[in-house]
């Protein structure tokens, strides 16, 4: 896969999950105007809550490996991919960290190369 392709799959792909975590999730989220009932509703049967606790842990792996990769490797800015972690999601941290650390690495090939 070009680099062109998985840039454009990654941005198309959390552009489909932001758009129906503002059209649909975010509605329902300010209807019930609690954000711990909100949390809550993510665990309201069995099945609901393994997808729950899986974007849970997701979450805290990428914000692990973005810490990590701050120190070992100078990727900057991994602090905003954390904040989109939380709003609007695991997805959009992880897309958006993904299209960081490429151009962090490109830019470091590049600088090798000279």
Known sequence: MSETIFKRAILISAGI???VFLFYTLP????????FQSFAAG???????GYSVD????GFI????????????????????????????VAVGF???????????NARSNQTKT
């Open 17 to 19: 999950f932001l758009a």
């Open 28 to 35: 329902a989220a300010i209807e019930l105007n609690d954000v």
């Open 43 to 49: 665990f309201v049967n069995p099945l609901a809550t």
């Open 55 to 58: 974007v849970i842990a997701c």
């Open 62 to 89: 990428l914000i692990f490996w973005i810490l990590f990769e701050a120190k070992q490797h100078g990727v900057r800015y991994g602090w905003l991919c954390i904040i989109l972690c939380f709003v609007p999601g």
């Open 95 to 105: 897309a958006a960290y993904l299209l960081l650390r490429q151009k962090h690495f």
